[in-house]
């Protein structure tokens, strides 16, 4: 295995990175398509922004079960029944005739969607080790991150065909990943580590999961920061339209700054990794966050001016959530190495579940004005912040 990690590890990091895209790809490519899509389903936006929490809900649920499947039928096999199933309900998107019918193939996606995110992470554990592995983390979180910024220009584009085009694109994109998956991934869970598969034993590794108080820890502060920026991915359609004055092919706007935030703080996490502690990177994230909420407060309260002004904060803050993640993730997988794909499922699991909080609750009650937003992603943050300044990686200073 080493060698083929040393004479393919680029093509190992871009097809992981394509794996874990999957999930903002099913998001955020037909966000420019709800107002046709309200029109053609005889929906309303709320009907219609719905969607997206039935499947969060399901990705969310089945985050819970990824891991473990991983754990015991191994990681190549768990990508290929996900993502097949996924190739299945983005075609059923596609054809549906009325909402209803939408939120059930949205369901199905949800509950394959998230199989190569959760895979993948574990595999990057499985693979690599110490101050390597936050590198490697790093990097395919930078290439990650491209993808909010893509998926809404794609979709753009893909509108002057037809909505249904979008899913069709996603259907398409998760095929090639799985034969991807299949030709260049090495099988890393062998079928002498594996676990056999029960509920029992599932519940079992969730009760010693989250009954360790630094897992858990660590797993709410990964998903409170990302439900910082996150609120803003999931009220854009009213944010850029209604409150910025822009357009269904200008959602770039958004999207462009903000994954130009993540990349550079995807980026300065692997230069950090070995130089600097993790106790010191995560002090320097979490400064940086909430000098960017403070200001994006101000903003937000400031008379509408250009644009450009409100997106840019969002854009900062990414900086310092991107480079908070490489070592949080990290953090967490490392409590419980012999679980670690349902380690990666439960962190997954709880950055999702706040996701669709923040879907089906949060965004609806914020999303009349800019300060609600810049409110909501304030109190994400210190959320995260309360709870990982109590754990060992935040108060060790000793470099891995």
């Known amino acids: 295995m080493p060698s083929q990690i040393k004479t393919s590890g ?3 990091v871009l097809v992981l990175a394509s794996l874990t895209a999957l999930a903002p790809f099913a998001i955020d490519t037909y966000l420019p398509a709800f107002g046709m899509m309200e029109q053609d389903l005889g929906a309303t936006t709320l009907e219609v922004q719905q969607s997206l929490t039935f499947y969060l809900l399901p990705y969310a649920l089945m985050t819970l079960w990824h891991g473990a499947i991983s754990d015991a039928i191994g990681r190549i096999s768990a990508i290929k029944w996900g993502l097949g199933l996924f190739v299945f309900a983005s075609i059923g998107c596609a054809l549906a005739p009325n909402v209803e019918t939408l939120w059930f193939f949205r369901m199905l996606q949800g509950i394959a969607g998230g199989a190569g995110n959760v895979v993948a992470r574990a595999m990057v554990r499985d693979l690599f080790e110490g101050a390597q592995a936050q590198r490697v983390m ?10 909010p910024a893509v998926a809404p220009i794609i979709g753009g584009w893909l509108l002057g065909i037809h909505w249904q085009a979008i899913f069709v694109f996603l259907a398409l994109y998760a095929a090639v990943s799985l034969l991807a998956a299949m030709k260049y991934l090495p099988e890393t869970m062998p079928p002498i580590k594996r676990i056999p598969l029960s509920a029992r034993s599932v519940l079992t590794s969730y009760r010693q ?28 359609h009213v944010f850029l339209m209604q409150h910025l004055g822009l357009g269904t092919h200008q959602f770039g706007w958004l999207f462009i700054p903000t994954v130009c935030g993540m990349v550079l703080g995807s980026y300065l996490a692997k230069r950090a990794a070995g130089r600097f502690s993790p106790q010191h ?16 407060i101000v903003v937000s309260l400031l008379p509408q001016g250009n644009f450009i002004y409100n997106i840019i904060p969002v854009a900062l803050f990414n900086i310092g959530m991107a ?27 709880v950055q999702m579940f706040l996701s669709t909080v923040s879907a089906g609750l949060i965004v609806p009650l914020v999303w009349q004005h800019p300060l609600g937003l810049a409110l909501a992603m304030a109190v994400y943050l210190l959320i995260g912040w309360l709870v990982i300044r109590k754990s060992q990686v935040w108060l060790r200073s000793t470099l891995t």
């Open 138 to 147: 790093a990097t395919v979180q930078m290439l990650f991150g491209i993808a």
């Open 323 to 349: 480079l908070a993640m490489p070592v949080l993730s990290i953090a967490a997988l490392d409590r419980h190495p012999k679980i670690r794909g349902t380690a990666a499922s439960g962190q997954a699991f």
């Open 209 to 236: 999961l989250f009954s360790d108080h630094e897992f858990a820890r660590i797993a709410i502060a990964i998903g409170a920061n990302f439900s910082g920026f996150f609120v803003y991915v999931l009220a854009s």
């Open 10 to 12: 680029s093509v190992l």
């Open 281 to 296: 990177i995560l002090r320097t994230a979490y400064s940086w966050m909430l000098f960017v909420v403070l200001l994006n």
